[in-house]
């Protein structure tokens, strides 16, 4: 295939990568960034195999031929005793192995792609916090690290399991796919295992009829919306963490979406009690009165899983988030 037939496929393929992107960000279409990532590294790994294996060698023997021309006439001007013009050879052979935009934009940008790939794929994914869920322990602005490998590894994409590692503890802040719509990510923390009844009644977390240690603390403020809510340092397993409630918001939960396994929770004016399927996980958020978690739409499958979140890495709005949290 010619260089211009190339050229113009490339800047087609590279069209149809910016018109998904552009159509995601405008909420056209809903995006799916491993599945993007995924074909970038098809696409441009298929550029990079073709440059190693057919376009290189092509311009290495283009350049090669130039060489031997150039020789050949030299010596036959040399023959006939003709003093020819200066050719600087290496500029001119330096011109033909030169890689073409359009492998530049592929080929070139494969190992970066190919490495990003692998690390985001299956050891550690970066996150921004978009609301205020977790708060204490999280922020909105907050950019952590999520271990992908933690809870094993899963294929990209399918999101299957292929090597088992760690089983979720209580207490562990978990990144999911979001159970009534899969491509989204929520963040909350594990509060009931396969098996446990999780309750939470008047505010208070109960794990198999035993209530979870909850210590008063003094009042927290919150800067975004300039309110204070009561604090707690809580105890969940070998986790310790603060939690948060509202004084003006009721116990019962209103407005309970229809979900898998909804018949194995009980509802009331106190709040609600879930006994947690096998294979499912039941999730809440700390800042327990402002979280719309498994209280609403239930149970995360084991197949939701996407990691554990350990790390604050970035808060541009206040360095002093950066580190580690439970």
């Given amino acids: 295939m010619s260089n211009s037939n190339m050229s113009a496929l490339t800047g087609l393929v590279l069209t149809a990568f910016a018109g998904y992107g552009l159509a995601w960000y405008l909420g056209a279409i809903e995006g799916n960034f491993a599945l993007l990532l995924l074909l970038a590294v098809v696409v441009t790994?298929?550029?990079?195999?073709?440059?190693?294996?057919?376009?290189?060698?092509?311009?290495?023997?283009?350049?090669?031929?130039?060489?031997?021309?150039?020789r050949?006439?030299?010596a036959e001007w040399a023959r006939q005793?003709?003093?020819?013009?200066?050719?600087?050879?290496?500029?001119?052979?330096h011109k033909l192995l030169m890689q073409p935009w359009w492998l530049d934009w592929t080929a070139g940008l494969f190992p970066v792609i190919f490495v990003v790939f692998i690390l985001r794929s299956f050891l550690f994914e970066p996150f921004k916090i978009p609301s205020g869920s977790m708060i204490p322990t999280l922020r909105i602005g907050d950019l952590i690290l999520v271990n992908k490998f933690h809870y094993g590894v899963r294929l990209p994409v399918i999101n299957t399991k292929i090597i088992a590692n760690n089983a979720p503890e209580r207490?562990?802040?978990?990144?999911?796919?979001?159970?009534?719509?899969?491509?989204?990510?929520?963040?909350?923390?594990?509060?009931?295992?396969?098996?446990?009844?999780?309750?939470?009644?008047?505010?208070?977390?109960?794990?198999?009829?035993?209530?979870?240690?909850?210590?008063?603390?003094?009042?927290?403020?919150?800067?975004?919306?300039m309110r204070y809510s009561s604090q707690y340092g809580e105890t969940l397993g070998a986790k310790q963490y603060?939690?948060?409630?509202?004084?003006?918001?009721?116990?019962?939960?209103?407005?309970?979406?229809?979900?898998?396994?909804?018949?194995?929770?009980?509802?009331?004016?106190?709040?609600?009690?879930c006994k947690v399927p096998a294979g499912h996980y039941f999730l809440m958020g700390d800042n327990r009165d402002n979280s719309l978690d498994s209280r609403y739409w239930g149970f995360v499958p084991e197949a939701n899983i996407v990691g554990k979140a350990f790390f604050v890495w970035m808060n541009f709005g206040d360095l002093g988030r950066i580190g580690s949290f439970q």
């Fill in 81 to 93: 005793g003709i003093k020819g013009d200066t050719v600087d050879l290496q500029a001119a052979q």
């Fill in 45 to 70: 790994g298929a550029y990079w195999l073709a440059e190693k294996l057919y376009f290189l060698p092509q311009r290495k023997a283009a350049a090669e031929r130039l060489a031997e021309e150039h």
């Fill in 242 to 273: 603060q939690t948060l409630n509202d004084g003006d918001r009721p116990s019962f939960i209103p407005a309970a979406a229809e979900f898998p396994y909804k018949d194995q929770c009980r509802y009331s004016v106190e709040g609600v009690v």
């Fill in 72 to 74: 050949k006439r030299e």
């Fill in 171 to 225: 207490g562990d802040v978990m990144v999911f796919r979001y159970p009534p719509q899969p491509s989204l990510d929520y963040i909350k923390r594990v509060v009931g295992l396969p098996g446990d009844e999780v309750a939470y009644l008047n505010k208070q977390l109960f794990i198999n009829g035993e209530p979870v240690a909850k210590v008063p603390q003094p009042e927290f403020y919150d800067s975004g919306t």
